[in-house]
């Protein structure tokens, strides 16, 4: 039953972020708009109870989710073929770089902090 | 013989066969992911996509067909997003006294991967709406189909080029953070999930999630970040370029 709540709170808060990206002319996806709400409204422990099930659900199997998107792959290999190699190695390196300066940014920034 | 292949045209003409089909992969996937002691090539999202899509290209049953019934998975993406709340809220005490290093790291990060994306294509004479569609490549598919979709680029390729963003960063992060010196104590394991889940966005974090339980919070946190900065500075940073 919580689990229901709770799914039924996520997906009201995703629409309340949709109305409010269109009629604000907000520039952010409905989701992250329900994601800021979500953060105000847990402040409330029955909303805390209610979604921390279907979070902790729905946030385990994240990776499950991004398949259909990824098969959409098959959509693409004609750009592929054309510019996969570059395509590769610019998504392989940026990717690289980001993890990279990420970690090592708050590495020390956390370091400063102990110090 | 002419019995079966009607059966077969009939269930790939309905819903319940891509939606079976993803679940069914997937769920197999994971078995071998965990069986191999989830090594990084392993990831259970790779094999998923590899087999699925060499499944489709074999029985030529076109993506459409495929996506009427994988759709219901990929909808559960916007509630998920909103789900990243929770860890956010979890971690609400470390993200009160830290948000400044949080944000600048995430910042900092995050334009590294999109700046880098960007100039590398550019350089390599990629098309622009090819370039375009690389920038928000960090963050969940999902948001970064929008971001594409305001920025000039295209959402469809957005989403492909934000997944496998994330399978290089779930494949490489564990070599990648060795060499670099990042360690395995309470610091190393912030910095490595929260890298993660900044620049290979939820399958980093997932993978992150899956080794160590601090480090997969820290991504999540990460995630949630990264998907309400991106979706502010990505579009204003273009407008001014």
Known sequence: MQVLQGLAILLTLQSAGEALARLLHLPYPGPVIGMVLLLGALRWPAVQQRVQAVASFLLGHLSLLFVPVGVGVVTQLGLLAEHGLRLLLVIAVSTWIGLAVTALVLRRLMKAWHD | MTDFVQLWVYLASTPLFGLNATLVVYVLALAFYT?????????????????????????????????????????????????????????????????????????????????????????????????????????????????ADKIGGVPSLAAVFAVLTGLIGALSGKTLFALLGVGRDATGWMARGFALGTAAHGIGAARALQVHADAGAWAALALGLQAVLAALLIPLAMRWL
């Open chain 2, 35 to 147: 069986r191999m002691g989830q090594a990084p090539w392993a990831n259970p999202v790779l094999w998923s996509i590899l087999a699925l899509g060499t499944g489709l290209w074999a029985t030529g049953t076109a993506y459409p067909t495929y996506f009427a019934g994988a759709q219901f998975i990929h909808f559960l993406l916007g509630p998920a997003v909103v789900a990243l709340a929770w860890p956010l809220w979890e971690r609400r005490a470390a993200l009160r006294a830290h948000w400044a290093r949080f944000t600048l790291a995430a910042v900092v990060g995050g334009a590294a991967a999109a700046g880098s994306a960007a100039g590398l294509a550019w350089a390599l004479g990629l098309p622009a709406e090819v370039v375009l569609s690389l920038v928000p490549k960090s963050v969940t598919a999902p948001v970064a189909m929008g971001i």
